[in-house]
């Protein structure tokens, strides 16, 4: 390993870095190090199972004067489905279900909320933008 191109700047045509590139032989040296700055300023994000057997009972237990709807739309950025269950890659993922006819979803593509509230002779749609990072 030579100490002047042990670390390497990578730059676009303007002189901007855009990125580094360590010495393979360095490397063992700083992995830790740099995977552990990757995690505090990039945390992944923990994945939260769908409820899907609580929108499974709702869809068995349906008593409501209006066919069941599995079509999804966001108001705020406009992503839409007729089946958000089939859609590859999925657009929304289910995040609350209950009997009582409450189903929320998530919008993958601008995180927004998509919650629909199931009353005996109607369904309230509402679309909340996801909130501002901190």
């Not at 069941?68 to 966001?74: H, K, T």
């Amino acid at each position: 390993m030579d100490r002047a191109s042990a670390i390497r700047y990578l730059v676009d045509a303007q002189g901007n870095r855009q990125g580094v590139l360590i010495d393979e032989a360095l490397w063992p040296y700083v992995e830790r190090a740099v995977l552990a700055a990757l995690e505090r300023l990039c945390p992944q994000e923990r994945v939260i199972p769908e409820p899907l057997a609580d929108y499974e009972l709702l869809q068995k237990n349906w008593d409501f004067r209006y066919p069941f709807c599995e079509a999804v739309e966001c108001a705020t950025c406009g992503a839409a489905t007729e089946n958000w269950r089939r859609d590859e890659p999925r657009k929304f993922v289910l995040r609350a279900a209950n009997l009582g006819g409450l189903v929320a979803y998530q919008c993958l593509a601008c995180k927004s909320r998509i919650t629909r509230r199931h009353f005996k002779d109607k369904v309230s749609i509402t679309c909340s933008p996801p909130c501002p990072e901190r």
